[in-house]
T-cell receptor
Framework: SQTIHQWPATLVQPVGSPLSLECTVE??????LYWYRQAAGRGLQLLFY??????ISSEVPQNLSASRPQDRQFILSSKKLLLSDSGFYLC?????????????FGPGTRLTVL | GDSVTQMEGPVTLSEEAFLTINCTYT??????LFWYVQYPGEGLQLLLK?????DKGSNKGFEATYRKETTSFHLEKGSVQVSDSAVYFC????????????????FGTGTLLAVQP
């Protein structure tokens, strides 16, 4: 069966510090991968998606970037965090090739920028 | 563009009450529709889905029917439990708009359900 992992689970960082959040998927090959942000009391905002290694599409111009160095690894980064980067970050995957459109979510990382 | 509108919460019910959370959508293609649930401090879990008009998705006592004529996908449960307390998200995936290469989901803002014993 497929599983998705995210770490760390929680993170407190000062403004201006760098960020690296990691997401890995097990039990499937060539998945589509997604990063979402959920601000407090609000819905989900799609940040990035990827259909393959090195292929990243950005949905919203911002202070963040994403990379996919391996087939089942998706990393969210920032060089300098802003207060507005605080939120709950969710990674998701779906079966590659668009045979199904269901997305499966990881447990999330709660980021607090102080 | 495509969008999803959910009823605003919070929805507060007593245990064993009937639940309805309204969801309507706008889409130019042929969307699949989803309900996801988020328990406190956790990620989202797929609750149910429907891929074409008149399909009914069901899981754990929850149901939702894909109504193309009213562009709706309302979530219902006959008798809620305290353990159903969570945030519920309606979402759509419009394959035609996104060419099938990825299936980006468009989410509603979520509805908080609080069930009291």
């Amino acid at each position: 069966s497929q599983t998705i992992h995210q770490w760390p689970a929680t993170l407190v960082q000062p403004v201006g510090s760098p960020l690296s959040l990691e997401c890995t998927v097990e039990g499937t090959s060539n998945p589509n991968l997604y990063w979402y942000r959920q601000a407090a009391g609000r819905g989900l905002q799609l940040l990035f998606y990827s259909v393959g290694i090195g292929q990243i599409s950005s949905e919203v111009p911002q202070n963040l970037s994403a990379s996919r160095p391996q087939d089942r690894q998706f990393i969210l980064s920032s060089k300098k965090l802003l207060l507005s980067d605080s939120g709950f970050y969710l990674c998701a995957w779906s079966i590659g090739g668009a045979s199904t459109d269901t997305q499966y979510f990881g447990p999330g990382t709660r980021l607090t920028v102080l | 563009g495509d969008s999803v509108t959910q009823m605003e919460g919070p929805v507060t019910l007593s245990e064993e009450a009937f639940l309805t959370i309204n969801c309507t959508y706008t889409a130019t293609g042929y969307p699949s529709l989803f309900w996801y649930v988020q328990y406190p401090g956790e990620g989202l879990q797929l609750l149910l889905k429907a891929t074409k008009a008149d399909d009914k998705g069901s899981n754990k006592g929850f149901e939702a029917t894909y109504r193309k004529e009213t562009t709706s996908f309302h979530l219902e449960k006959g008798s809620v439990q305290v353990s159903d307390s969570a945030v519920y998200f309606c979402a759509l995936s419009d394959r035609e708009n996104y060419g099938g290469a990825t299936n980006k989901l468009i989410f509603g803002t979520g509805t908080l359900l609080a069930v009291q014993p």
